[in-house]
């Protein structure tokens, strides 16, 4: 049965400190609500993982919970570099984050090999790139029936999963639409998710390719409207360029993120 | 009309998309560009983003790849996982369109990180993205990027994708594609630009034929076609 809980609690109980944590959105429905809230709980010693770290992963990292890192792009779409991700990485600040990266094929099949309950999956991919050296987690593999060179990346078993979706109804079903990226995926590869929705309804209405996580692979739902600005919930509202173009000077500067933070989280950096 | 050699940059690799072809589009400049083809020589092209909205036909330029627009506009979206496998590595691209921070002699790409040490970079770059397997998977691959001695450099510090099918290199001076031997020699210069400037501009002790084509100048509607896509842009850059 999922429990539909405020943000705050599904918060407390479902992210711990240290947990392995994919917040999960390709720049639509990206869970900022749900960031913002681990940030307010000061949760340490996470294991961020997200394809794209976009600015929610840039204000975790500037605020101080991550550990860890594991990624495959992470800037400022359209607009530039991730300047808090960029000062933890080349100058150690708030603290070291150690880094493993992919391709996004490879988060992609990642993503997938988990959900599929499999160890690993298999793409051509990484062949010729130093991310074969550096990077843990992705192994040459031959195919046992041609014997073609393929590569392997391991399974990826977030401890949470969080996510935004348009809709849910009031038993915990889940209903997103639009570009719905690698979420499904994120979702039942995690061993608990979590969901922010704009909207609980009575009922869910059917629509075309809309992706549908039934309740009893959703752990808890939190009723979040606007849960995702400054990126977007298809049909609800739009991206917020402007805020991500402004993004770019606020995170530029240690104190100036710092009291965006305080500001607008009410939290301590 | 005037223009700035960026947007001959843009123009250039607008015209390098032949129409009707599918063309899986990074972000950035490859976007600006791909769009101008599509509203000039291309009507037909095919737009592929890695937010997996295939067919995307926009009225406005995107600052992101996820923008709604690309979705509300696409002939189908699909799912990131399904975008790279049963799209991109199944062989179904023409053409990768990249940028890059650096490229080396031998075409290979860096998007990841700038300095010698890996674990302390001087400059650490957004990463690989959806480039690797774009590189790889498409029939042939163009990276656009400005050109200086510390973007067209002798080895990367880092080699995030190799493209393997044909490759062209539009820079804001030429066109560059590989010799026999892999080798980027330059192939074009674009209007004004000297051989000695294109030099100056490598790291390496760049091949020039002897007598390089040039580029013809952006035309005016190319250059009108560009500057209506840049009012929704000019705010990103």
């Known amino acids: 049965m999922t429990a539909l809980l405020p943000l705050p609690d599904a918060v407390a109980d479902l992210i711990g400190d240290g947990d392995t944590v994919a917040l999960e959105g390709f720049t639509h429905l990206i869970p900022f609500a749900a960031g913002h809230e681990i940030i307010r709980q000061r949760r340490r010693e996470l294991t961020l993982v997200r394809m794209t770290p976009d600015v929610v992963y840039d204000q975790l990292i500037g605020a101080g919970c991550a550990r860890k890192l594991v990624f495959s792009w992470g800037g400022n779409p359209g607009v530039g570099s991730l300047h808090r991700f960029r000062d933890a990485v080349e100058n150690g600040w708030p603290s070291n984050v150690e880094l493993e990266e992919h391709s996004h094929a490879g988060m992609a099949n990642r993503y997938a090999a988990g959900a599929s309950g499999l160890p690993f999956a298999v793409l051509r991919g990484y062949t010729g790139t130093d991310l074969m ?77 809309a992706v549908v996580l039934p309740s009893w692979v959703v752990t808890a739902v939190a009723h979040c409207p606007r849960g995702a600005h400054p990126s977007y919930a298809h049909g609800y509202y739009e991206r917020d360029n402007d805020f991500y173009l402004a993004w770019d000077a606020i995170s530029r500067d240690r104190e100036a993120f710092a009291g965006w933070i305080r500001e607008h989280l009410g939290a301590a950096v | ?149 510390r973007s067209f450099v002798e080895r990367v510090d880092f080699i995030t994708s190799v ?75």
């Not at chain 1, 550096?134 to 392997?152: K, S, W």
């Not at chain 2, 072809?21 to 101008?36: D, E, H, K, Y």
């Not at chain 2, 493209?163 to 004004?192: F, N, Q, R």
Request: hydrophobic share 40%.
């Open chain 2, 163 to 237: 493209c393997s099918g044909p490759t062209t290199v539009i820079t804001d001076l030429g066109v560059y594609s590989p010799d026999g031997d892999g080798e980027l020699a330059l192939t074009h210069l674009h209007p004004g630009v000297t051989e000695q400037r294109a030099r100056e501009a490598c790291g390496w002790d760049l091949r020039v034929p002897r007598a390089p084509k040039r580029t013809a100048p952006p035309s005016e509607g190319e250059l009108a076609a560009l500057r209506a896509l840049a009012p929704r842009r000019k705010a990103a850059t």
């Open chain 2, 1 to 149: 009309m005037n223009h700035t050699t960026e947007e001959m940059m843009t123009v250039a690799a607008a015209r390098a998309l032949r129409d009707g072809a599918r063309c899986f589009v990074g972000i950035g400049l490859p976007s600006t560009a791909a769009n101008l083809a599509r509203r000039t020589h291309a009507p037909n092209l095919v737009l592929i983003y890695e937010s997996g909205t295939i067919g995307a036909k926009p009225d406005h330029l995107p600052l992101s790849i996820g923008d709604g627009v690309l979705a509300e506009t696409a002939d189908a979206v699909v799912g990131v996982p399904e975008i790279f496998n049963y799209w991109l590595q199944a062989g179904r691209v023409d053409i990768g369109f990249l940028g890059a921070a650096q490229i080396d002699r031998l075409g290979n790409i860096n998007t990841t990180v700038i300095g010698d040490d890996y674990r302390a970079p001087a400059v650490r770059l957004p990463g690989a993205g959806g480039a690797p397997e774009i590189a790889a998977s498409s029939k042939e691959a163009i990276v656009v990027l400005r050109q200086s001695p």
């Open chain 1, 133 to 209: 050296r550096r990077t843990a987690n992705v192994a040459p593999i031959e195919c046992p029936f041609t014997g073609q060179e393929l590569t392997a990346v391991a399974a990826l078993r977030p401890d949470v999963t969080v996510v935004h979706a348009q809709r849910a109804d009031r038993s915990g079903n889940v209903q997103l639409w639009g570009i719905t990226g690698v979420q499904k995926e994120a979702v039942l590869a995690a061993r608990r998710c979590l969901v922010t929705v704009e909207e609980i309804v009575d009922e869910l209405t059917p629509r075309p390719g």
